[in-house]
């Protein structure tokens, strides 16, 4: 018999393609890694070293899954980007083996509440409950890494039909296997864990209602509608 004194919380996992689940660990997200996401955001892109937040594992949303337009906020935005997902954990690695420790990738949504962000940015406080809310991660399935460059590919986002972000994987400031090497010194990175590698530029605000379609090239796609 367990000794838990409450049920423990499902574990949260993405399908794969092809079949079986992926089960997810934590989430890391970069900061500003595309140059002209960086420069729509009032900042300089001179290669600063790149920096993260995090999203709860249970911030994921089934792709296809109905995104509840989350409370507190007037300014809800999307970035798409490009997640890469663990499957062999390490720290130091070396960015010659990052790869190596990629079990696939996916497209997927960081969806945040830009007016509470900014507002901690000002008051120098953490970005949490900017980035962190429910229901803030929508995924796509997971395509297993062999046969993917994630060192190029369109990475676009339709909402209601209309490209709103368009760029190439190719302008990521700090590449999949640099982003890997570096968070896996700050952190040792464990199978299952997620890391959601930047925006490009475009990000906007959405709505209840607002349909919203991401595309990787050579990866996959991920829809969800605001509700
Ligand atoms: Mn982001």
Redesign the pocket.
Known sequence: MSDLVIAPPPVVTLPVLGGGRFPVRRIF???RNYAAHAREMGHDPDREAPFYFLKPAYAVVADGADTPYPPATKDLHH?M?LVVAIGRGGKDIPESEALSHVWGYCAGL?L?RRDLQNEAKKMGRPWDMG?GFDHSAPMGALRPAAGVNPAKGRIELKVNGEVRQSSDLAMLIWSVPEVIANLSRLVTLAPGDLI?T??PEGVAAVKPGDVLEGMVEGVGTVRTRIV
């Open positions: 997200c970069v900061g970035e980007e960081d945040t980035k959601m930047g925006t």
